[in-house]
């Protein structure tokens, strides 16, 4: 079965480090104040980044299927990997290791901080900030073993037809599904405007994340961790077939989010030692000593 193949090293981490993605998600969604120099990096097809963050894409639309996303959701929704407190697990999430140049690049800790801060900055909600501070933690997934393209990468649903709005559409050619009649309909196995908590998405952190929170963080926190990478709707409404307006009044939340992750980064680390009694408060509040992973 598809979904228990090996996959080779370089079919696991086509990328040199999982920043690579979210580089490139910059490079697509540049700050409004500063487009024209994003772009023309983005336009640079020299660039040796993008050949990599390209395999990357085409592993993740070959391997995200209907079947694949199933068998994620069955193996890693038990929770029964491990078990720690929750700034362990933080802690844990940064031995992730990069060969990327570390005097650019901010860690997985530092780049949460980092956001969460900016959301403080704004004098958001305590909730708000937790959200930012929570909300990539899932990459652990790739502690776990699992290869990049099934823990990062823009999210989009499985079980209809792909738009051609996400990103690399056209490599979605080589996904089972696309030959698949139950699946490559506009609905697929879904109903119009059935609401996003009957669509299954394609796997990774986000929605590992989101089951891992569900039964403690508020709505609008939730959104925004399940669907943050999910850019073809919250950035080019491609799947409003599939929302109810439920998800459309939770939606504003996921777009004011959004900025935080992208644009929050600073070459200026976050003073983590200062910083932690704060967010060990407001884990505290909010969540159990131990988070089961
Ligand atoms: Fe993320
Ligand atoms: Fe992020």
């Known amino acids: 079965m598809e979904t228990h193949k090996q996959f080779t090293e370089q079919e696991i981490s086509p990328l040199h480090s999982l ?7 910059l490079k697509r969604y540049p700050e409004p104040e500063t487009p024209a120099k994003a772009k023309d990096a983005y336009r640079n097809y020299e660039n040796p980044e993008r050949d990599t963050v390209r395999e990357f894409y085409r592993l993740n639309h070959r391997y995200q299927t209907f079947d694949f996303v199933r068998d994620k959701e069955n193996d ?3 929770f029964n990997k491990r078990e720690m407190p929750v700034w362990g697990a933080m802690e844990y999430l940064n031995t992730l290791v990069d060969d990327s140049d570390p005097d650019i690049d901010l860690d997985q800790l530092q780049h949460l901080l980092q956001t969460s801060e900016a959301i403080r900055a704004d ?3 305590d909730w708000f900030v937790l959200t930012g501070f929570l909300h ?5 997934l790739c502690l776990f073993g699992e290869p990049q393209w ?14 051609d709005k996400i990103v690399y559409p056209e490599f979605f050619k080589d996904n089972p599904d696309f030959y698949n009649e139950r699946f490559n309909t506009k609905y697929g196995i879904y109903e119009p405007n059935c609401g996003l908590r009957n669509v299954h998405m394609s796997w990774g952190h986000d929605e590992y994340l989101y089951h891992l ?13 399940r669907y943050h990478s999910f850019y073809a709707q919250h950035r080019e409404n491609a799947y409003d077939h599939l929302l109810d307006d439920h998800d459309r009044e939770m939606f504003a939340w996921v777009r004011k989010f959004n900025p935080y992750d992208l644009y929050s980064k600073s070459p200026a680390p976050p003073n983590v030692a200062e910083l932690r009694p704060y967010y060990e408060d407001l884990i505290a509040k909010y969540l159990p000593g131990t988070l089961k992973l």
Do not use: N, Q
């Open 213 to 225: 929170t569900k039964d403690y963080l508020p709505e609008p926190a939730l959104y925004m961790i």
């Open 136 to 140: 990539d933690l899932g990459k652990v």
């Open 123 to 125: 004098g958001h909600p």
């Open 19 to 25: 920043e690579e993605w979210e580089e490139d998600v």
């Open 150 to 163: 099934a823990v990062v990468g823009d999210t989009f649903p499985v079980g209809c037809r792909h738009s």
């Open 76 to 78: 890693f929704l038990r």
